[in-house]
């Protein structure tokens, strides 16, 4: 995962700890919503991970990020709290990430799962999480 943070930092602009906060608070709404096996499966495939799950955890304790992640949070609020594109913004904006960054870490991160699970089980988990993922509905 850390190949994955440096790249979005690079991308755009972010700071390390922002990336891996918001890539834990993602990751935790993904195990949300999945089964233990299947999130099981895909932990297995992503090294450092695990890792990335207490930062997110963290990150939503602390719910920082200023005003523009504040302004995140609000906004995943309206969108539906706490499950699909809601809360992909909250758990932005409690990172950190704006509004204006926020489509560009999700597009870079979906890309980067598909990379690593492989279209079957990305597929398979897109399919359980259409508006986390992008999968069908």
Do not use: C
């Not at 960054?101 to 598909?114: N, P, Q, T």
């Amino acid at each position: 995962m850390e190949e994955f943070i440096s790249m979005v930092t690079q991308q755009l602009g972010i700071g390390a700890s922002e990336g891996r906060s918001a890539t834990g608070g993602i990751l935790n709404l993904i195990k949300d919503q999945l089964d233990d096996s299947t999130f099981s499966t895909m932990m297995e495939k992503l090294p450092g991970a695990e890792g990335l799950l207490t930062a997110g955890e963290q990150s939503e304790a602390g719910s920082g990020g200023g005003l523009m992640g504040s302004l995140t949070s609000m906004a995943g609020s309206l969108m539906g709290g706490d499950s699909g594109i809601g809360g992909v913004a909250q758990a932005l904006g409690n990172a950190g990430i704006g509004l204006d960054k926020a489509g560009g870490f999700l597009s870079a991160l979906v890309e980067f799962l598909k990379g690593k699970l492989g279209d079957d089980l990305f597929g398979k988990i897109a399919g359980q999480l259409p508006d986390l993922l992008g999968g069908d509905k």
